[in-house]
């Protein structure tokens, strides 16, 4: 079966750049996307179709997808970001979550 | 506005059943697919099923195939999702989440609030 790997952690500060990975093979074949959860909460979409923001999604929410790999960054990170964030992709009809990686902003 | 309402969730023992429930609203369900997706407690998230939006098609996760079944009727706005056969690591939130096509590619754009199954002696 289909894999997504991401690092179970991200560290960054305030104002700087957070980027999370998120890898599977030929992932770059696939459309990516990436949902935003907090604590208590519902997951959220901020990314689709690989670099997509829906609406009401901050710009500083900005994403890649290449090759085996699709990246996840924020810029100027605000300490409102810091949750777990989830890669997703499509294998045949069915649907692929990464592991989640947990944004902290120190 | 989009809102998916789930219900159905509670404390079940292992081997027993439970039928989850999710009402939607503010859109034309009968054109959306529709998915179960779980999280266990302090995990991430865990794809469970899909069924398309006019109930031909439906797939699962190896891990409930053959125990969980989704259905939907499209007359009531409801999507349902039979557990059976249930185990200790079946208990999770289950959320459902509508899936939009759009742009040639599908996305997961609504999510409910998610119950609570908990399967336990």
């Known amino acids: 079966s289909y894999e997504l790997t991401q690092p179970p952690s991200v560290s960054v500060s305030p104002g700087q750049t957070a980027s999370i990975t998120c890898s599977g093979d030929k992932l770059g074949d696939k459309y990516a996307c990436w949902f935003q959860q907090k604590p208590g909460q519902s997951p959220v979409l901020v990314i689709y179709?690989?670099?997509k923001r829906p609406s009401g999604i901050p710009e500083r929410f900005s994403a890649s997808n290449s090759g085996n790999t699709a990246t996840l960054t924020i810029s100027g990170t605000q300490a409102m970001d810091e949750a777990d964030y989830y890669c997703q992709a499509w294998d045949s009809s069915t649907v692929v979550f990464g592991g989640g990686t947990k944004v902290t902003v120190l | 506005q989009v809102q998916l309402v789930e219900s159905g969730g509670g404390v079940v023992q292992p081997g027993r059943s439970l039928r989850l429930s999710c009402a939607a609203s503010?859109?034309?369900?009968?054109?959306?697919?529709m998915h179960w997706v779980r999280q266990a407690p302090g995990k991430g998230l865990e794809w469970v099923a899909v069924?398309?939006?006019?109930?031909?098609?439906?797939y699962y996760a190896d891990s409930v195939k053959g125990r969980f079944t989704i259905s939907r009727d499209n007359s009531k706005n409801t999507l349902y999702l039979q557990m059976n056969s249930l185990r200790g690591e079946d208990t999770a939130v289950y959320y459902c989440?509508?899936?939009?096509?759009?742009?040639?590619?599908?996305?997961?754009?609504?999510w409910g609030q998610g119950t609570l199954v908990t399967v336990s002696s």
């Open positions: 503010g859109f034309t369900f009968s054109s959306n697919g």
């Open positions: 179709q690989d670099t």
């Open positions: 989440a509508r899936e939009s096509r759009w742009d040639g590619s599908s996305r997961l754009d609504y």
């Open positions: 069924i398309w939006y006019d109930g031909r098609n439906k």
